[in-house]
């Protein structure tokens, strides 16, 4: 990726804001000081918060090895393919732990954190590893450690969770589902939960989920002043990847999780230190002055891709990560160690953008994976594009279309069997927002939603290549769209979750969600799109560019059905049940009420039925139909549910049909909300 390219990522949607605060904590100086060249001739004494190296200047005030590396400024070469350290004193340190490679050593400290200077939901953080061979990557045989037992050791550990110690403006211990967007702990040693029910048999695979999962970071000043740097927004949490491998046949759960952008982490710390300024800063910007190759040197936390197609690739083994940006990361689909970053534009340089959806849409009938990048310069291009699951042309991929319209920020789109829709919501910059932009890289600070202006649906013919018809409706906005499909008459059906303008995104502020008094989510609701005889506007179209018909639309529901998933057996066709996340009617319009309840929406019949327990917030719900079921509500719901009152999560697994409980399975931690996940029946090793 060529430098210039990766200081712009201006449309980055989860631009990081930040606030600094000192914090109550350990104030005292470090009786030792040291700087690098001392570092090198001194011993690290590990478990030894103070004092850890002899010698220095008040002006290289570090604790622990993480911060020579900042000092240092240590490139990413210094380490080997394998995660070996090729430095003689990384090396002396690794010796000193027990430990051969990074990882080895992020494991042996965290399990000694109770004695550092920083807990383990900030630090100590494994350094990076570079991407290794494919043979390098295969699961080695490991000890399985039982949840119950790691239960005891992670729960002291969040006790000293870092976020307890931001300002109590920004973080309110009181808030019910607070433990939701505090910091969280990685497992990376599989672990094996205990199960409370029984899995059907049938249910084999590996369910993937990523979010946020990092909020505020320690450091100490050049003062000796320990300070917490904490995001603004729910979106610029550091990214925390899971896995769960799921075996029916044996009614057995394995877990783990791992931290993936551990050296933008040691970044912002080093920035924030260094006194940067770092309020309206993105941190991908940072990383990109930086760590232009470092597979942990970017925040991509919102979608994750099994057998994502790279082209010219068999095998389909790829784990991708990403975001509402041009901006991949591809990690072990078993350790879940990153292996790289990469942007679309490196599968095929055609496919050139800054913003692109995280959400790519998949064809399974043609084994294709279609998304879409933006370039945001004046009236945006939209640069539409597909690879195939295994495409052998060079590069790979194809170019279907370059659209040109308003830049807007879109999560998902939608594809039908003979269509792509682009839905452009009402943005605007305008001339101050232009000046914001320039001056805080803050695209979502920047911009503004337009609700005098409509919303634009872009239909783009799969086989000519090319946009043939334009609608519009009245303005609105959505993150998530269900599914579309296309009517016996030509017209297009397409299901949204949608609200008036863009609150929600605002809702998001980590300082509206964790303090006290944060009033209501706005209302928002299923409406089913309708773009009519397609056939007959697209001739139009050809005639009257600027003609644009009116897409009618109904409501589905009354009630949010966000994070939604279907039956994936019903993708691109007519349906009747959508599974989401919302909030139950008798806290609907309650403070500090966030989605406490999953729904399993009849849009047919616009009923609904619901799953929800007493101090239990759900995740998106994954809907895996059973491989003989018939019927399109004939499988199960795989969800991760934080508990609040017994601090931890579980995986819960409910019934399709009914949301009855089949059986769940707690983890040793709280996990904290996270944005997506897929289903695999592959188990990878």
């Not at 995001?231 to 791992?258: A, C, M």
């Not at 009617?585 to 406490?596: F, G």
């Amino acid at each position: 990726m060529s430098g210039s390219s990766d200081q712009n990522i201006t449309l980055y949607i989860a631009k990081t804001t930040a606030i600094v605060q000192e914090t109550d904590m350990e104030k005292e100086s470090l009786t030792d000081v040291p700087n690098i060249e001392s570092a090198k001739n001194s011993k690290y004494v590990p478990g030894n918060p103070k004092g850890n190296l002899e010698g220095g200047s008040d002006d290289s005030l570090i604790s622990g090895v993480e911060n020579i590396i900042l000092e240092a400024d240590v490139p990413v070469a210094i380490f080997g393919t394998e995660g070996n350290i090729q430095d003689p004193l990384y090396t002396s340190v690794l010796e000193s732990e027990g430990a051969s490679t990074a990882s080895e050593y992020g494991s042996s400290i965290r399990n000694n954190s109770s004695n550092m200077a920083y807990p383990s939901s900030s630090l100590p953080i494994s350094p990076p590893i570079s991407p290794s061979k494919d043979k390098d990557n295969e699961a080695p045989e490991e000890m399985i450690v039982k949840a119950e037992d790691l239960s005891t050791v992670y729960q002291d550990e969040y006790n000293e969770n870092i976020s307890f110690y931001a300002d109590p403006e920004l973080y309110d211990h009181r808030v019910p589902y607070i433990q939701g967007f505090s910091n969280g702990e990685e497992i990376t040693e599989l672990c094996q939960l205990s199960i409370k029910g029984a899995l059907p048999s049938w249910l084999n695979g590996a369910l993937y989920r990523i979010g946020p999962g990092l909020f505020d970071i320690e450091y100490i000043s050049k003062r000796n002043v320990t300070k917490v740097f904490s995001f603004e927004h729910w979106n610029d949490g550091l990214t925390l990847v899971h896995r769960y491998e799921i075996d029916g046949n044996q009614n057995r759960i394995r877990y783990r999780s791992r931290f993936t952008c551990n050296t933008l982490e040691n970044t912002i710390r080093e920035y924030a230190r260094n006194n940067k300024k770092v309020h309206g800063t993105d941190p991908n910007g940072i990383a990109a002055s930086k760590h232009s190759n470092d597979p942990t040197g970017y925040l991509i936390n919102m979608n994750i891709m099994p057998d994502f197609p790279l082209g010219r690739t068999k095998g389909g083994d790829h784990l991708v990560c990403l975001t509402d940006a041009n901006l991949l990361q591809e990690i072990d689909p078993v350790t879940l160690i990153p292996k790289r970053v990469f942007r679309y534009n490196d599968i095929n340089s055609s496919f050139q953008g800054d913003a692109a959806p995280a959400i790519p849409q998949r064809d399974e009938s043609h084994k294709e994976t279609i998304s879409y990048s933006m370039v945001p310069k004046g009236n945006a291009t939209y640069n539409i594009f597909s690879v195939l699951d295994e495409d052998q042309f060079d590069p790979p991929g194809h170019l279907i279309a370059s659209v040109n319209a308003k830049p807007s920020y879109s999560h998902s789109f939608a594809i039908t069997k003979s269509y792509i829709i682009i839905v452009v919501y009402p943005y605007t910059t305008g001339l101050l927002g232009s000046l914001k932009l320039y001056w805080t890289r803050n695209y979502r600070e920047s911009i503004r939603f337009d609700s005098s202006s409509p919303t634009y649906f872009y239909v783009i013919d799969r086989e000519k290549r090319d946009v043939i018809c334009v609608y519009q409706s009245h303005a609105f906005f959505a993150l998530n769209i269900l599914n579309s499909w296309e009517d016996a008459d030509g017209s297009i059906c397409l299901d949204v979750n949608a609200y008036k303008d863009d609150t929600i995104i605002h809702c998001f502020s980590l300082r509206n969600l964790r303090t006290m008094g944060m009033p209501p989510f706005p209302d928002g609701a299923v409406r089913r799109y309708v773009l009519n005889n397609v056939p007959e506007a697209a001739a139009i179209y050809k005639l009257k560019k600027n003609d644009y018909p009116e897409a009618s639309h109904t409501f589905r529901t009354d009630f949010s059905c966000e994070y939604p998933r279907i039956n994936p057996n019903f993708h691109m066709k007519p349906y009747r049940y959508a599974y989401g996340i919302s909030i139950s009617t008798e806290k609907r319009l309650l403070e500090n009420s966030i989605w406490d309840s999953i729904v399993k929406a009849d849009l047919t019949c616009k009923k609904k039925i619901e799953w929800k327990q007493e101090g239990c917030y759900p995740g998106e719900p994954m809907m895996i139909p059973r491989p003989s079921g018939t019927d399109e509500d004939d499988g199960v719901i795989l969800s991760v549910v934080l508990n609040s009152i017994a601090k931890k999560s579980f995986l819960l697994v409910l019934n399709a049909k009914t949301l009855e409980e089949v059986c769940r399975a707690d983890t040793p931690v709280p996990i904290p909300f996270g944005f997506h996940g897929s289903w695999t029946k592959k188990i990878f090793g």
